[in-house]
Nanobody, 118 residues
Framework: QVQLVESGGGLVQAGGSLRLSCAAS????????MGWFRQAPGKQRELVAS???????IYADSVKGRFTISRDNAKNAVYLQMNSLKPEDTAVYYC????????????WGQGTQVTVSS
């Protein structure tokens, strides 16, 4: 099972930008989908963005037009570029992987905290 380590979070003012990185312990080339989730205090974890091995992407309505997910198979990495950040984007952000025919992994990393001040 691939191990994922998230980084790049921090404190930013509303309207600012951050770029999150997810480093995988092995090749992600054969992994069907990579995704970014987030969990705000008192809320359920939600899928923010996902990218297929084909390059196709899916975004939650709340981040469309502001966030961009990308994957670099050569570097075994996935990124989330977050622009025009809002206070409601404040959460712990997690990276996850989904193999063909499987659900998202139940093995979660530490995540990276993103805090957006108003």
């Amino acid at each position: 099972q691939v191990q994922l380590v998230e980084s790049g979070g921090g404190l930013v003012q509303a309207g600012g930008s951050l770029r999150l990185s997810c480093a995988a312990s092995r090749s992600i080339e054969s992994i069907n989908a990579m995704g970014w989730f987030r969990q705000a205090p008192g809320k359920q974890r939600e899928l923010v963005a996902s990218i297929m091995d084909s390059g196709a992407t899916i975004y939650a309505d709340s981040v469309k037009g502001r966030f961009t997910i990308s994957r670099d198979n050569a570097k075994n990495a996935v990124y989330l570029q977050m622009n025009s950040l809002k206070p409601e984007d404040t959460a712990v952000y997690y990276c996850n992987a989904r193999s063909y025919g499987s659900a998202w992994s139940s093995n979660w990393g530490q995540g990276t905290q993103v805090t957006v001040s108003s």
